[in-house]
């Protein structure tokens, strides 16, 4: 019987730069394809990863082509929005957990989560070790599937993230830890004078902060359940 196969764009070891498993070291496997543009999201004006964007991009390899590839603990399936590519992602969860793998999902939440209907009767497990949904401007959809299913909600800061909708969000999802993410900006930053919204920067320094970090870091002081997550890969120069 065929493998089944996935649309591949590249697969690396680097640390998980963002949210809960920040510093934890994994083998990155990003699919191609994405589905912003015909779902209307407004996320493609900063995407880090549009390279991904594509469904005929990278090569196509079987699953065991991707799993020896894979020499980390942990494998984070990312995109593009890896969903697109459920039919191959499903066996390639089934593989990895048969050698030992955990599997980190990170997803736009448009589609909803695949389910191993053996694995659930069988366990009452779900298919993911860690799922990371990462909602999108303007209306921030998430899938109704998802609910109670949700381990991380990561939600990165523009000028469409108000504190109502990260609150609605979260509120639907209460099993998610709540990761408040600013958008990247390459250095040299512009100063920004006075301190930030929630006071924590340092009063006797000029704060270097991002309209979107000061955002980011209202939210959060505000909230004081949620965290914030900054790139950390980025600052690093990693992948
Ligand atoms: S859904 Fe993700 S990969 Fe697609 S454009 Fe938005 S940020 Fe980029």
Redesign the pocket.
Known sequence: MRMPTLRVIEIFDSLQGEGYWTGVPMTFVRLAG????ETG?G??R?????G??SAGAGEELDVSEILGQVRLPRLCLT???PLLQSAGVVPLIAQAHGRGIKVHLET?GTLPPPVDAALLESTGEVLFDWAVI?P?PPDYFVAPEWEGLVDELKLVVDEGLGAATAERLAARHPEAIISIQPLWEDPPRPPVSGRSPGDATTPDRPSRLSPSEHQAIALVMEHPGWRLSVQTHKYLGLR
């Open positions: 994405c589905n912003a543009a999201l996320c493609a900063w995407c880090d990863t549009p991904s964007w995109g593009g929005e736009n990462s999108k």
